[in-house]
């Protein structure tokens, strides 16, 4: 894999744990079931754009 592609899982990578964080919260300090259910499901987006970032880049 070239350094190209590198960065753009790298970048993946970041942006789901920075999504974890933000869903998290939203979750569970969320004051309407939507809210809630809101971060629930950005929190399992995330969890994949994680996993698909870190299954290409290993720092």
Same mark, same amino acid.
């Given at each position: 894999m070239n350094d190209k592609n590198i960065t753009v899982y790298k970048i993946l990578a970041w942006i789901g744990i920075i999504l974890m964080g933000v869903a998290s919260f939203l979750a569970c300090l969320g004051n309407t079931p939507a809210m809630v #259910?809101?971060?629930?499901?950005?929190?399992?987006?995330?969890?994949?754009? #994680? #996993?698909?970032?870190?299954t290409y880049w290993r720092p």
């Amino acid at each position: 894999m070239n350094d190209k592609n590198i960065t753009v899982y790298k970048i993946l990578a970041w942006i789901g744990i920075i999504l974890m964080g933000v869903a998290s919260f939203l979750a569970c300090l969320g004051n309407t079931p939507a809210m809630v #259910t809101a971060g629930n499901v950005i929190l399992i987006l995330s969890i994949i754009i #994680t #996993t698909w970032g870190f299954t290409y880049w290993r720092p």
